[in-house]
C-alpha cells in the first residue's frame, strides 16, 4: 500500500519525525506502532469461525461446535487447517478455498470494532505516532475490513499475508512492514499489539518487542507462555502504557 499522509508532529517528535527517545520510560520510547488485526483491532472471530466451518463441512470432515474453530483465530489458515483435522497440503489448500468462498462474500462482514479502538487510534495518531497493520490475514482482505470499518485513514501502511500462500508467518509480515515504513533499522523504535502467541514469537523473531492485548483470542496461558513485553487487559490499559 502507498503511503498514506503522515501522522501529525507532536511536541515529541522530532523534525525528522523520530521519537526523542533520550531519557524516556519504555512506553515512549517507540515510533511505530505495528498493529494485529484479528482480535486486536476488531473481533472477528464470527465470520472466521462460520466460514472455517463451512470449509471443514465441504471437505467431509465437519465440525459443528463454532467454540473449538476459534483455534483459527489468528494463526495462518493453511497451517492451521493442517493442524486441526491433520490434512495433507494438498486437502490443507482445497479448505483454504472453500473457507474463502463464504468468507469473501458474508464472513468478512460479521466482524466488529472492539469498543475505544478508534479513539485510541486517534489519540495515538495525534501523539504522533506512525500507525501500521500487520496481519497474517491476506492484505486484500485487511484492507476491505479497513475500509469497511473507515480505519484505513489511521495507518502508514496495510501490510497481509498473499493469497498465494506467501508471507503467512508473522515474522514475515512484520518484516514487510518494517521495509514498507523504512525502519527495518530502528527496531527498537518499533512495537508489536496482537492477541496471540503467534504475534510475540514473530515480533521476538523479527528483534521488536511486544505488547498482548488479553481481549483478543489467545488464552491468558498462552499468553504468559510466550512472555511478552506487557500483557493488557482493555484498549484503555493500552491507552495507559502509552501513557
Known amino acids: 500500500m502507498g503511503a498514506l499522509s503522515e ?53 467431509g470432515r465437519p465440525e459443528p461446535d463454532l467454540e473449538k474453530l476459534k483455534v483459527f483465530v489468528g494463526p495462518p489458515l493453511l497451517e492451521q487447517f493442517m493442524k486441526y483435522v491433520d490434512l495433507d497440503e ?43 497493520v500487520a496481519s497474517s490475514k491476506p492484505e486484500y482482505y485487511v484492507k476491505q475490513i479497513l475500509d469497511y470499518f473507515h480505519l484505513t485513514e489511521y495507518f502508514q501502511e496495510i501490510v497481509g499475508s498473499e493469497l498465494d500462500g506467501d508471507r503467512t508467518r508473522k515474522s514475515q509480515v512484520i518484516e514487510e512492514a518494517l521495509k514498507r515504513l523504512n525502519l527495518a533499522g530502528n527496531r527498537d523504535q518499533v512495537l508489536m499489539v496482537g492477541d496471540r502467541e503467534h504475534d510475540i514469537l514473530g515480533a521476538r523473531e523479527a528483534g521488536i518487542k511486544c505488547v498482548a492485548v488479553s481481549f483478543g483470542y489467545g488464552t491468558m496461558e498462552e499468553l504468559c507462555r510466550a512472555e511478552p513485553l506487557q500483557i493488557v487487559n482493555s484498549v484503555q490499559e493500552l491507552m495507559d502504557f502509552f501513557g
Do not use: H, W
Open 7 to 59: 501522522p501529525g508532529v507532536s511536541a515529541g517528535v522530532m523534525e525528522d519525525n523520530i521519537l526523542d527517545i533520550s531519557g524516556k520510560p519504555e512506553e515512549f520510547m517507540y515510533k511505530a506502532v505495528l498493529f494485529d488485526l484479528d482480535g486486536t483491532l476488531t473481533e472477528s472471530g464470527e465470520g472466521i469461525t462460520r466460514s472455517v466451518q463451512y470449509a471443514l463441512e465441504k471437505i
Open 90 to 132: 494438498e486437502t490443507g489448500r482445497e479448505a483454504v478455498a472453500f473457507y474463502r468462498e463464504r468468507y469473501g462474500v458474508t464472513g468478512i462482514y460479521e466482524n466488529k470494532l472492539y469498543p475505544g479502538i478508534l479513539e485510541a487510534l486517534m489519540e495515538l495518531r495525534q501523539k504522533g505516532y506512525v500507525l501500521a
